[in-house]
């Protein structure tokens, strides 16, 4: 595709519940990332895929996120027992490599979650 | 810690007028710095980078370890710049390219 497609566009749940988030990235893009932005605030960095492994998960606030990349191409966030602080867009990103390079991150439109 | 401090939420200048968006960082080794912008129902985007030292769109960004700053410019403010704009920080050489953003300043240019 031309850019990170990430789906659903918007989710709203009861509390509680569980839910998946997913992320296409651009084609050929082996590093992925999940930032969450809450309202006022800037992206906050949740997790980092190199291929199929999770290089760093420092930003997961908790037990109850988890996120994969089982073929090094889509990954999902799963959110369990979601609580209403879990409200958020949930922003995915790719790049071309990591380490020694540019940084350059190319974002997805976001996948807004409402907890009720 | 590493932290990015952008501590203005809204900056409201007038179409013609001089733009300076601040940012500072903490970071005791070398970092990277880069500006982000978000124009409205648009995705988030790179605007520059400090290592290409470029003028992208009229805006320019020097970074000053000294300070620990890292303000991007502007000598004139068009209407359509108006966007938020975001600072982030990464390690330089790290092993990924995990960004710290800042909380975002909103330009407002009027017209």
């Known amino acids: 595709g031309a850019g990170v497609s990430q789906t659903p566009s918007n989710k709203v749940t009861e509390k509680g519940k569980y839910v998946e988030l997913r992320c296409d990235p651009i084609?050929?893009?082996?590093?992925l990332y999940w930032y969450r932005q809450s309202l006022g605030q800037g992206p906050e960095f949740l997790i980092y895929?190199?291929?199929?492994?999770?290089?760093?998960d420092s930003g997961l606030p908790n037990d109850r996120f988890f996120a994969v990349r089982p073929e090094g191409s889509v990954s999902t966030l799963k959110i369990q027992r979601t609580e209403r602080g879990d409200s958020a867009v949930y922003l995915c990103a790719s790049s071309l490599r990591a380490g020694a390079s540019f940084g350059e991150l190319f974002f997805g439109e976001g996948s807004r979650l409402t907890v009720l | 810690a590493q932290r990015v401090t952008q501590p203005e939420k809204l900056l409201s200048v007038f179409k013609g007028a001089p733009v300076e968006l601040k940012c500072n960082y903490s970071?005791?080794?070398?970092?990277?710095l880069f500006w982000y912008v978000q124009y409205s129902r648009q995705r988030l985007q790179l605007l520059l980078r400090?290592?290409s030292r470029e003028s992208i769109k009229g805006f320019t960004a020097d970074l000053n370890k000294g300070e620990t700053s890292f303000h991007l410019k502007k000598p004139f403010a068009q209407e359509e710049d108006s966007a938020m704009y975001y600072c982030?920080?990464?390690?330089?050489?790290?092993?990924?390219?995990?960004?710290?953003f800042g909380t975002g300043t909103l330009l407002a240019v009027q017209p």
């Open positions: 982030a920080f990464k390690n330089y050489g790290g092993a990924t390219n995990k960004l710290i």
């Open positions: 400090h290592i």
């Open positions: 895929f190199q291929g199929t492994g999770a290089a760093d």
């Open positions: 084609s050929g893009h082996t590093a």
């Open positions: 970071y005791s080794g070398s970092p990277e």
